[in-house]
């Protein structure tokens, strides 16, 4: 079998930029972009029509290798792929029609407000979002790729790396176009314009590289598991894999005795999410409700500390199932899963975690705010006259406290016609 070189997560982003220098000019990579190139040259031809079509095919042919660059290196993998697979295809349509959409909007927007200043903020805006809507459609499609929410739910857990890759972008396309400004205006035609096509090809394979190591780099934070972590795990399984092996095997014919084997692994302290899964299952095949109550709430905490909320609130509602008044038991749990429920479209169970945390703390710090989101749950959920109950208790509990004038504006739009009175 040949060696397949792994990159590693744990590396720097800022190191990978650098080295990611030589990526595009390794394995197939290279040959794609040389490749792409001599086909753009064909738009040499006088045929109008037939040079539209050899840039549209040069453009996706490139794009479709360029996602498999990303969706291979957020995998794991140190070198460029062979071939582009998955669904690149759709991908490479959706980000050609964005940007077709979005240079549209470049220039209609400011004509249209004869305001020509805001061409350049609105280009702005679009190279710092682009990037964002790029990595999500690769694995989630165009309809999470152009929300607004997913944006900044990505961009808030990336944090700063973010910056240095919308930095790397901006640079590359100020190249792009500085060259083509410069090809334009001295040596041979022909010569320019291959160089040109070349460097462009050459920056958009390493700038899907580097989006694709952002992933890698933050994958834990993006809660996505790298392909080459199942590779690894397969070649060289760890304890924690042979040991869950093991209480399978046991599961079969005594499933207490496999639960007690996963009890004392867990309380060593840190263990893979498979094995609380595993343990939470054999628990509820012995129907140990209340257990699998304490073992939730466990996890959640040591969740949440990792910042895994999103998994975390998946334990919150398979608790959910077993104890519909189930509630994380702790203030600094309880209020991020609120938040992540909120802004992750789970008014619902927002709504329960804002609840529970308003009943179980009522005098912490937080109560007021949590207050409010259950008071913007409830509206989100067209419960308008159990919004307005809670809005006016806040108000009367907490009074003179700053989320008071967002609580008196919610009412005003519940019912302007009664007066907000604490």
Known sequence: M????????????FRRIVSGFRYPM???????????????????????????????????????YAFACLRHTADGFDDPPELAMHSEGDATKALI???????????????????????????????????????S?????AG????????????????????????????ASLLQASAQYAMQQRGPVFLATAAYYGMA?????????LMGALIHH???RLGYRP????????????????????????????????????TERLREGLAPASMHTRYRQLLRAQERLPELLVHGQIWIAALVVGGETRRALGVVQDCLGVDPGFVPDAPITCGPLADTAAHGGMPRLALQLALGYLRLWPGDMGAPSYGLLAVRMHFQLEEREQAATLARSLLHAYPGHPVSQDLMDMLDMLDPSRPVTP
């Open 144 to 171: 999470t790729a152009l929300n607004p929410l997913t944006w900044v739910a990505v961009i808030g857990r990336i944090g700063v790396d973010y910056f240095k890759l919308f930095g790397v972008t901006l640079v």
């Open 227 to 262: 392909e080459s972590d199942a590779l690894v795990e397969a070649r060289y399984p760890d304890d924690d894999n042979a040991l869950l092996a093991h209480v399978n095997e046991i599961a079969r014919d005594d499933i207490p005795g496999a639960t007690d084997i996963l």
């Open 201 to 209: 090809n050459y920056l958009a394979i390493y700038t899907f590289h």
């Open 26 to 64: 390794r394995g197939s990579a290279i040959v794609t972009i040389l490749g792409v190139t001599a086909l753009d040259l064909l738009a040499f031809f006088p045929i109008a029509i037939l040079r539209l079509l050899v840039i549209g095919v040069g453009w996706i042919a490139l794009y479709r």
């Open 97 to 135: 029609l964005i940007q077709m959409f979005g240079n549209a909007m470049m220039f209609l927007v400011p004509w249209l407000l004869e305001m020509p200043g805001l061409q350049l903020p609105l280009a702005v805006a679009m190279a710092f979002v682009l990037p964002v809507v790029t990595m």
């Open 2 to 13: 040949p060696r397949v070189a792994l990159a590693d997560a744990s590396t720097p982003f």
């Open 218 to 220: 933050h994958h834990e």
């Open 137 to 141: 459609l690769t694995f989630d499609g």
